[in-house]
């Protein structure tokens, strides 16, 4: 079964301060695709990235990086010189590939709610 | 056009009303999806449709009845609600092309329903 662990239930860091959000997953497939989505206030999901488990290239994205280690079976998430605008809860999530007949699922993890001050 | 586009945004209703939930998109995805998130909690999986058909159910009260008219659209009929039902419902769509697909789902804004 799929499931995702995010340990760190709430963060807070001081403006500028770099921040690393934790995701630990497990599954028994061999083809599955890693997400972050981010939820303001507002409360939409905003998807951030996507990476599939064939791919363990780490990816900048501006002030946004992400650490894949299939060894360790995490997905962490760095976000660099953090700003107010990044305050949300952030969701690390896991699906599994689809197979015709087959059942599909994004499983989420709990959440890190993120919180920077000024 | 990449929208996931969910009516309304906010719903009250009282116990005994009838209302519904409506999904749209129009980027040729083949598989719609309704989330339902209570506050501080992950999103929580109701229904998937593949290809307008419900492919899963994850055992949700009866008083929720999804419905898919065709590619495009996607509804949650209410009916008989508890307040413990007031929560974000998310729709989102994806691909689901076969041999294709990624798995990336994409998320409507909720809507947010409270019932009385």
């Known amino acids: 079964a799929q499931k995702v662990t995010q340990a760190q239930t709430e963060i807070s860091v001081v403006e500028k301060e770099d921040v690393t959000l934790d995701c630990v997953y497990e599954?028994?497939?061999?083809?599955?695709?890693l997400f972050w989505y981010k939820q303001p206030p507002s409360g939409e999901l905003v998807f951030l990235i996507r990476r599939n488990s064939f791919d363990e290239q780490n990816e900048i994205s501006g002030r946004y990086s992400w650490n894949f280690q299939k060894s360790t079976s995490s997905f962490n998430f760095t976000i660099t010189a953090s700003q107010v605008v990044d305050s949300a809860v952030y969701f690390c999530?896991?699906?599994?590939?689809?197979?015709?007949?087959?059942?599909?699922?994004?499983?989420f993890g709990k959440g890190t709610k993120l919180t920077v001050n000024p | 056009d990449t929208e996931v586009t969910q009516t309304p945004k906010h719903l009250v209703m009282g116990m005994t009303n009838k209302k519904s939930l409506k999904c749209e998109q129009h980027m040729g995805h083949r598989a719609m999806y309704w989330y339902k998130q209570k506050a501080k909690k992950p999103p929580e999986l109701m229904f998937v449709?593949?290809?307008?058909?419900?492919?899963i159910n994850e055992s949700v009260p009866s008083r929720f009845s999804p419905e898919c008219p065709n590619s495009s659209l996607l509804n949650l009929h209410l009916h008989a609600l508890q307040p413990e039902d007031s929560a974000l419902y998310l729709c989102?769509?994806?691909?689901?092309?076969?041999?294709?697909?990624?798995?990336?789902?994409?998320f409507g804004e909720g809507s947010r329903l409270t019932v009385l």
């Open positions: 999530a896991l699906s599994e590939a689809w197979t015709p007949g087959g059942s599909e699922k994004l499983v």
């Open positions: 599954t028994r497939d061999t083809t599955y695709y």
């Open positions: 989102a769509s994806s691909l689901r092309s076969s041999g294709a697909d990624t798995g990336e789902l994409f």
């Open positions: 449709y593949s290809y307008e058909k419900l492919s």
